[in-house]
């Protein structure tokens, strides 16, 4: 029993890790404002695409070096899924908060211009990198509102949009995507969604009524 569990942790510690590199990446996108994303991408092979992850809460991974590593936020379900889009051949940024934004953004800012010039900075320097690839944008629980509106707003240049967790309906924390007009998402939308979620802000029954409505 005991050469048998040696040779378990023999065989977990010699598991080749994840072929994949990363890197933080800052661009200055409005006057005076950073915005940086962590972008992680396949070792060996040429990326078939790119992903733009939007997290949850308030948006900020507090994305940094530290003692020559980087460090972030991880627990989010997007920011912990994203190596298996790597494995995918797919390369992915995972977006922290604008530098004017640091503490976190709001509904509101998600929503607005300003949000969406900073993403069409990243759009644009992940196609620099990669060739003109397709960039997807996906978004969970409070991040489906930045891949929402984003999407709406930047047009041609998003090959398609993925809302996971949705926020349709508002809260004290903000108006979500309460009356926000999907027909203006031009690129094909993903919907995914729980059955059973049970957060008020994050109804299934409204999933499945956009979902009908868009066929």
């Not at 972008?39 to 507090?62: E, H, M, Y």
């Not at 920011?79 to 977006?95: E, H, Q, T």
């Amino acid at each position: 029993m005991i050469i048998a569990r040696v040779s378990i942790l023999l065989a977990l510690l010699t598991v080749t890790p994840p072929a994949a590199a990363q890197e933080i990446v800052t661009l200055a996108t409005r006057e005076g404002v950073t915005q940086s994303f962590l972008l992680v991408t396949p070792k060996q092979d040429k990326p078939s695409a790119a992903a733009i992850l939007f997290p949850g809460g308030n948006g900020s991974i507090r994305l940094r070096t530290e003692n020559g590593e980087i460090k972030f936020g991880g627990g989010n379900f997007l920011v912990r899924s994203r190596l298996s889009f790597v494995d995918g051949g797919v390369a992915v940024a995972v977006v922290d908060a604008p530098s004017d934004e640091s503490r976190g953004m709001d509904d509101r800012f998600r929503l607005g211009d300003k949000h969406a010039a900073d993403i069409a900075a990243v759009i644009a320097e992940l196609k620099k990198r990669f060739d003109n690839a397709p960039v997807f944008l996906v978004g969970t629980s409070r991040g489906s509102i930045s891949a929402a509106a984003t999407g709406a707003a930047l047009g041609g240049s998003v090959s398609g949009v993925a809302l996971t967790s949705t926020v349709f309906l508002g809260a004290r924390s903000g108006p979500g995507l309460s009356g926000f007009d999907y027909g203006k998402i031009s690129a094909p939308v993903l919907l995914v969604h729980h059955v059973e979620d049970s957060c008020v802000v994050t109804p299934y029954r409204e999933a499945r009524n956009l979902a009908e409505s868009r066929r």
